[in-house]
């Protein structure tokens, strides 16, 4: 394997009282949909917010793309290059959808390729780009969170369950434009429980259980054994 | 690269009482004056009572506008903010007791230089200030709202044992600069000179904040930042730096609205910024949390109603604006224009 973009060593992380992470071991491979997956409240989430620096890590390291960013302050890590996408899709319902996207062009204004691009992959955006977010229907918001981390170029990608809860034609485009984001070049960590979505979009997973890594490995070889399923995630693809 | 599937949704229109809704503060602020205009006998006692009420809301929305930022966009309760008031006042009227061949000339544009000269001192003082209390006295306390009341009162009580040591324990009487004494008369009614000037400052403070907050990118990121603010540092934003300018811009409003006060009371005391407080809290409690455009119609109404009953029945006028805040709160728990969710 090429150096990973991303490299976490030993984890732990708490929150309050509550020893959430446990050692996490996680490589995300460079150009790559890396899926972390597992059964709700092992986890996931925690693993990706303390990669974005809104967790601190007590103990292990978080390496990306060379550096060590475990103590770096959330906007810092934001700027190195990673892009998140929260579980809550974390949009300003307040501002318009305009404003949501000029807010994410960090660096300046907003390249318009880039924009007339993320048009054709989301064009509710278009639709909507002068009403207010809070407007937007749930999978509307859910397409203006991922365009809103993609409409500058990122290294790394960090999305939380992006079709949760959302109707089918609007999974498959959201599932159109990670594989979009992953043609570009991008690396992808990509936290799912859609296992078809999973299965479609994942190149290497890794199955998480009480705040540590239980599996890794490639996504194929996940979905090919019915018994492994089972065993780390108490339910076998096939059911779905 | 493929294309989604053709987006073409369709458009209903929204009912009359939907497309009112959002008016519906502004509205109310209206209603008010209508209702104020029912009530009062003679139209030009009513006109000169609603000036009066414009300039009293306006020099409180410039008090309020920057702690209902401040709070709204890391939480901060901030008990000291009267403090800038009065440091405002003190550093502005020294400032015109300066210029006194200025202001005592009658001579409008003059009278206009010089405070303007003492405003600006007023906002470089109470900025430098609320930098200094930033650091020293809120960063200890982020994500503690006891600890934040505490502290916070203790620093106003600071600064005002300091305002005595400064500049002695007498309230200082001042008076206007010549061109802005008396009245001018409109329509049978006397309009205050000086008023119509605090309804001009005040208006040109709102449209400059709004333009700030609804068209640059600055304005952009404190918007966001109220509303989520751990959002706003994953795009890649230090709020923190952003919340320390947001406290020294509220700070500095804060003085400006000392100056105006002072002058509009004609008489300052070191403890005029914690009296006036309880109005600023009651703007920013019924505008919403956060809410520059609420905490402004919040300020308007509020200044209005005081004037029309203490005029109608002055008894009434301490309870009139607790009542109005308990209205709001009724009809509107989080505030007129809520901008900041439940925590």
């Given at each position: ?240 | ?54 300039a009293m809301?306006m020099m409180i929305f410039i008090m309020a506008s920057g702690l ?12 000291g903010h009267g403090a800038f008031v009065s440091v405002g006042a003190f550093v502005g009227v020294s400032f015109l007791l300066l210029l006194e061949?200025?202001t ?10 010089a405070l303007m000269v003492a405003i600006v001192g007023a906002m470089a003082a109470t900025g430098l200030m609320g930098?200094?209390f ?21 620093g106003l009580i600071v600064v005002e044992q300091l305002i005595i040591v400064l500049w002695g324990p007498e309230e200082i009487y001042i008076t206007r600069p010549?061109?802005l ?13 000086y008023r119509?000037v605090a309804?001009?400052i005040g208006?040109?403070v ?44 509220g700070s500095a409003l804060a003085g400006l609205g000392g100056v105006l006060w002072g002058l509009y009371q004609e008489v300052i005391t070191a403890h005029m910024g914690n009296q006036t407080m309880i109005l600023v ?63």
């Amino acid at each position: 394997m090429s150096d990973p973009i991303l490299k976490l060593e030993g984890v732990f992380t708490n929150i309050a009282q509550y020893h959430i992470l446990q050692g996490v071991e996680l490589t995300v491979p460079r150009g790559e949909v890396t899926m972390l997956l597992g059964r709700n409240g092992v986890g996931k989430t925690t693993t990706l917010r303390t990669i974005i620096g809104h967790w601190r890590a007590h103990q292990g390291s978080v390496m990306f793309d060379g550096q060590d960013i475990t103590k770096l302050p959330t906007p810092a890590i934001a700027r190195a290059g990673i892009g998140f996408v929260p579980e809550d899709m974390g949009i300003f319902a307040d501002l318009t959808v305009e404003e949501n996207m000029i807010l994410a062009a960090v660096s300046g204004a907003i390249d318009d390729n880039r924009l007339q691009w993320l048009f054709t992959v989301f064009p509710a955006l278009e639709t909507f780009w002068k009403k207010d977010a809070g407007t937007l229907s749930g999978g509307q918001k859910q397409m203006l969170s991922i365009a809103r981390a993609m409409i500058e170029e990122r290294a790394l990608y960090l999305i939380d369950e992006p079709t949760k809860g959302l109707a089918p034609a609007i999974i498959t485009t959201m599932a159109r434009a990670i594989k979009e984001l992953k043609q570009q070049g991008a690396s992808i960590l990509l936290v799912e429980q859609n296992f078809a979505v999973a299965k479609a979009l994942g190149d290497s997973a890794n199955v998480m259980d009480d705040g540590r890594m239980a599996w890794s490995g490639q996504m194929a070889e996940l979905t090919q054994d019915a018994e492994l399923q089972e065993r780390l995630m108490g339910l076998s693809m096939e059911a779905h | 690269m493929s294309a989604a599937p053709k987006h073409a949704p369709t458009m209903a229109q929204m009912s009359l009482a939907e497309r009112l809704a959002p008016y519906a503060p502004i509205l109310l602020v209206v209603g008010l004056v209508i209702a104020g205009f029912v009530a009062i006998p003679a139209t030009s006692s009513w006109l000169t009572l609603t000036v009066s009420g414009l300039a009293m809301g306006m020099m409180i929305f410039i008090m309020a506008s920057g702690l209902t930022l401040v709070f709204g966009l890391m939480d901060v309760i901030n008990f000291g903010h009267g403090a800038f008031v009065s440091v405002g006042a003190f550093v502005g009227v020294s400032f015109l007791l300066l210029l006194e061949h200025m202001t005592g000339a009658p001579n409008l544009l003059w009278n206009l230089t010089a405070l303007m000269v003492a405003i600006v001192g007023a906002m470089a003082a109470t900025g430098l200030m609320g930098y200094a209390f930033e650091r020293v006295i809120v960063k200890p306390v982020y994500g503690h709202h006891l600890k934040q009341i505490l502290v916070t009162m203790g620093g106003l009580i600071v600064v005002e044992q300091l305002i005595i040591v400064l500049w002695g324990p007498e309230e200082i009487y001042i008076t206007r600069p010549e061109a802005l004494k008396g009245a001018i008369t409109f329509a049978g009614a006397a309009l205050e000179k000086y008023r119509l000037v605090a309804v001009a400052i005040g208006l040109v403070v709102f449209l400059a904040m709004r333009y700030t907050l609804r068209r640059t990118k600055i304005g952009l990121i404190v918007r966001a930042g109220v509303e989520n603010g751990e959002m706003v540092q994953a795009l890649g934003y230090n709020l923190r730096m952003v919340f320390i300018g947001v406290f020294v811009a509220g700070s500095a409003l804060a003085g400006l609205g000392g100056v105006l006060w002072g002058l509009y009371q004609e008489v300052i005391t070191a403890h005029m910024g914690n009296q006036t407080m309880i109005l600023v809290f009651i703007v920013v409690i019924i505008g919403g949390l956060g809410s520059v455009e609420g905490c402004f119609i919040g300020a308007l109404m509020v200044g209005l109603l005081q004037n029309y009953v203490a005029f109608l029945e002055p008894k009434a006028a301490l309870i009139s604006n607790i009542a109005l805040m308990v209205a709001i709160l009724m009809w509107r728990p989080m505030g007129m224009i809520p901008v900041v969710k439940a925590k």
